[in-house]
């Protein structure tokens, strides 16, 4: 389990990859809650400034934090987020991409009211095979402190 005092400003966590999405599996959740012809409609989406079908943001996201919890928030002390800074969309997703998670503290500040837990400002990111970021995400999240750093 890692808590508080395991994460330091600049360090970085790789967090291994997400499932390569199928152009099914892109379609499929666009048509639920993104739709879009790029995201839906392969040969409209061939029309579009992206030249071919690409995944929703949405769906990058949600990958994303699926990696997170798996890979890091399930081993840490985490007690959820008040928010998050940014999002940011920076290359096309599409079918076949194979990508991999990165986490880097910015930020590692123990908490002034609550003794017990920390605040964590995280750079999260997904990087293609050519190391681009693709999607980032700037979230805090709350950690709880170990007990012996309490008393």
């Known amino acids: ?8 400003e600049g360090q970085v966590i790789e967090l291994g990859t997400i499932p390569v999405l199928s152009e099914d599996e892109i379609i499929g959740f666009a048509r639920q809650y993104d739709p879009q012809p790029f995201h839906t409609d392969p040969v409209a989406a061939k029309e579009t400034i992206y030249g071919g079908l690409i995944a929703s943001g949405w769906q990058t996201a949600l990958l994303t934090m699926r990696l997170m919890v798996d890979e890091l928030l399930s081993q840490t002390a985490a007690q959820g987020s ?12 599409r079918a076949g991409d194979r990508l991999r998670g990165r ?5 590692a500040e123990p908490s002034t009211r609550k003794p017990t837990r920390g605040k964590i400002l995280g750079r999260t990111e997904l990087l293609d095979e050519s190391d681009n970021v693709v999607y980032s995400m700037d979230g805090w999240t709350l950690i709880g402190r170990r007990e012996s ?3």
């Open 1 to 8: 389990m890692r808590y508080f005092e395991d994460f330091t």
């Open 82 to 93: 008040p928010g998050v800074e940014n999002i940011r969309f920076l290359k096309p997703v």
């Open 103 to 107: 986490y880097t503290v910015l930020v």
């Open 149 to 151: 750093t309490l008393s």
